[in-house]
């Protein structure tokens, strides 16, 4: 049982370093987005994540609320890349794999 246990958890730790969200909604006047993953994909209210589009970063996302599959994420504006701002369809990943 303890075995079993034990690959289940490191599945679950495996399954959520592999997060690829996407942003589905973006209020750049309020600053925030919506990202189509939520508590089923392991998000918490303390997870970091990056906006990426290609191969370049676009920002990182401070989490304000997290349900059933969507996260409102604030848009940290002071790590935008300059002249970029998250759009729908840009990919969000952890920022910190998870141990």
Do not use: Y
């Not at 604030?74 to 890349?81: F, H, P, Q, V």
């Amino acid at each position: 049982d303890e075995i079993v246990t034990r690959i289940a958890a490191r599945k679950k730790a495996f399954d959520r370093n592999s997060l690829t969200a996407r942003v589905v909604a973006v209020n750049n006047d309020w600053g925030f987005v919506i990202i189509d993953a939520g508590e089923k994909e392991g998000i918490t209210p303390d997870t970091k994540l990056l906006v990426t589009r290609g191969t370049a970063t676009i920002g990182k996302l401070s989490i304000l609320t997290v349900a059933g599959g969507r996260t409102v994420a604030n848009i940290l504006g002071d790590t935008l890349a300059p002249g970029m701002a998250p759009a729908p369809g840009d990919k969000v990943i952890l920022e910190n794999l998870f141990q």
